[in-house]
């Protein structure tokens, strides 16, 4: 396939994903309000007496609630749109391996909204909470309903990237690049990779980074266990030939 058809075929990937988000942004459009009022929880469940959420400005709820109808359109289109990533890189990959694309592209949207989901009923509660709790009693907490959306966006997002872990490295086993066997011996510095990666995508207090590197660690197993089962088997090596004894007369 030359480079103009691969530009080609990412064009067309590219404008199935958008298609796709489009739809589901509309279908979201409708319950856009209850979704905001469900993402905002989090944050207004810790929130003392006298703080509340505000908007400095006129439009700044309509645009928020714009960005909620596409963050549910595309968790709600994720599934097609992980599919057609995973058709774009189809081509080198071998037949037996085209085969699992419907299957990966499952795994991947179901751990992307696995990590937003575990980010959301798990982390936000302790990351909020030692947030404001932080601030204590000489400042009142007053965020805007647009900076609290992207930081909280942004924790969802970081953590369903990092919940892809097993489907990366189960991907790689199946191409070779990584083996079950040599994954256990990296388990060490995959831990600590883990807290570290916990500490940079997590606020600063040491549950939320925690509760990052835990189910890292976990997804760390779960993609050794599938690089075990579906990894690309090592051809057996030839048995060498009997050397052939000649009886001298």
């Not at 048995?239 to 000649?246: L, N």
Request: proline share 7%.
């Amino acid at each position: 396939m030359s480079l103009l058809d691969h530009l080609g075929e990412l064009r067309t990937r590219i404008m199935h994903c958008v298609i796709a988000a489009a739809a589901g942004f509309l279908a979201c459009y409708a319950v856009a309000e209850d979704m905001l009022r469900i993402f905002l929880k989090p944050l207004i469940s810790v929130l003392p007496p006298k703080s509340t959420l505000i908007a400095t400005t006129l439009p700044e709820k309509f645009f928020t609630v714009l960005k909620m109808a596409f963050l549910g359109g595309f968790l709600v289109a994720s599934p097609y749109i992980f599919y057609q990533i995973w058709r774009f890189i189809a081509p080198g990959l071998y037949r037996e391996e085209r085969r699992a694309l419907v299957p990966v592209a499952i795994a991947t949207a179901f751990f992307f909204t696995g990590g937003g989901v575990f980010g959301y009923f798990v982390v936000f509660p302790y990351a909020f909470s030692f947030f404001v709790n932080y601030a204590g009693e000489l400042i009142t907490i007053m965020p805007t309903i647009s900076s609290y959306y992207s930081f909280a966006v942004m924790l969802l997002v970081a953590f369903g990237v990092v919940f892809e872990l097993p489907v990366v490295l189960y991907f790689l086993a199946r191409i070779g690049l990584v083996t079950a066997a040599g994954l256990r011996r990296n388990r060490r510095w995959a831990i600590l990779g883990a807290f570290i990666l916990g500490a940079l995508l997590t606020p600063a207090d040491p549950i939320s980074q925690c509760l990052m590197a835990g189910p890292l660690i976990v997804l760390y197993e779960v993609g050794i266990v599938a690089a075990a089962l579906f990894g690309k088997k090592k051809p057996p090596a030839p048995e060498s030939a009997a050397p052939e004894t000649t009886v001298s007369e």
